[in-house]
């Protein structure tokens, strides 16, 4: 049960910090166009 929670933290952080670089490159290349 530990290993399956862990991994799914793991995968959570990874799809919000995924999430934040990509709507960060959005706002950058909106704000350079």
Same mark, same amino acid.
């Given at each position: 049960?530990?290993? $399956?929670?862990?991994?799914?933290? *793991?995968? *959570? &952080? +990874?799809? +919000?910090?995924? /999430? !934040?670089?990509?709507?960060? /490159? +959005? !706002? %950058? $290349? /909106? %704000? &350079? %166009?």
């Amino acid at each position: 049960m530990e290993v $399956n929670i862990i991994s799914f933290i *793991a995968t *959570a &952080l +990874l799809i +919000l910090i995924h /999430n !934040c670089f990509s709507t960060y /490159n +959005l !706002c %950058k $290349n /909106n %704000k &350079l %166009k």
